[in-house]
């Protein structure tokens, strides 16, 4: 079969050269996966190729089936993709997945009516399951939505992936990487600078922070590649786009110590420069000199909130004592950039007092 998949772009219109913006990982897994079951594969991203230009991408390509992810943010954008080409074409197939789609399958299906089926949880096997039993039982696959006349039937959710390493690599010439030139990949790095490549070494997360999504895809155990596989993506897009820097995309990179440690001197001896994200309380001076020391420019910790009272209420099971120890921990180490998010209204029991204290910790970190 045509698929063809399309990454949504942003309903908010932004300033795109201060716009972090990254190649949709997520959609270049599903491609490879296809690829490898001999489906013919193209993929679109409309936040770097040009929107109004959809349905002439449609005509060109004629796909036989179209795949669109999509957030909640970006979930009214994903139903009028989906509307305008079920109007072009009423043969056309559409299915949608991603974490809106995932959080509520049912409910998403109701609401676009031009939608075909819906995938929820990891989408790896499930779509390939699916594209097989298009003309047969789609009953027996699991983690799929579906229309049986006016009826929605929602399947079982499917087994969360074992072994990541099943996987193969993100066909990433699929979009030609320079459309993303001016985008930032995370603040600071940006492809005009560097030669740059995203991936994930996990999935999961044990945590169960109130605000965060990542469970409903990927679960709360954690996942790891092999230091093998990860270390073979990246050869393999040395040789072909001569990258120089990794934009590491996992929630919590530093869960796995001995991975961390392993990819540390792979990446001092490849002279290769690199970022990631990180719990406050996975961290210590001795890790992250280590991680500074092989080429890590830029650590990004989710605080969330400069309130104890708050952080306990989001279940985010860090102190504020963590909060400083790692960041004074990470300026020692001499990592260059040290982010951190916070989010205002993260409880709906979150006082002016408590925004006060999340004021106050920015100003702390900044000034120490």
Known sequence: ??????????????????????????????????????????????NVMDSKKLLDYVMEYSPDVVGVTAMTSTITRAKEII???????????TVLGG???????????????????LVFGEGEVTIVELLASLKGDISRVDGVVYREGTRIIKNKSRALIKDLDTIPYPPRDLVPMELY?????????SRENYKIIEIITSRGCPNQ?????????????????SYENVIGEIDACIEKYGINHVSIEDDTFTYKKELVTKLCAYFKKNNITWNCYARVNTVNYY??????????????????????????KIKKHITISQVIEAITSAKKAGIRYIEISVILGSYPDETLADVKKTEDIINKIVNQ
């Open 287 to 312: 890790l992250l000199k280590l991680m500074a020391d092989s080429g890590c420019k830029k650590i990004s910790f989710g605080v969330e909130s400069g309130s104890e009272i708050i952080l306990k």
């Open 99 to 117: 974490v809106h789609a995932s959080a509520l399958p049912v409910k998403t299906m109701e609401e676009i009516d031009k939608l075909d089926y």
């Open 1 to 46: 079969m045509k698929v063809l998949l399309i990454q949504p772009n942003s309903t908010k219109h932004v300033n795109k050269e201060f716009e972090s913006l990254q190649y949709p990982l997520n959609l270049g897994l599903i491609a490879a996966v296809l690829i490898r079951a001999d489906h013919d594969v193209k993929l679109i991203d409309l």
């Open 83 to 93: 509307t305008q080409i079920k109007n072009y074409n009423g043969h056309i197939i």
């Open 181 to 189: 030139t001016k985008h930032h990949v995370t603040r600071g790095f």
């Open 209 to 225: 922070c109130i605000y965060c999504a990542g469970h409903i895809n990927y679960g709360n155990t954690m996942r790891f590649r």
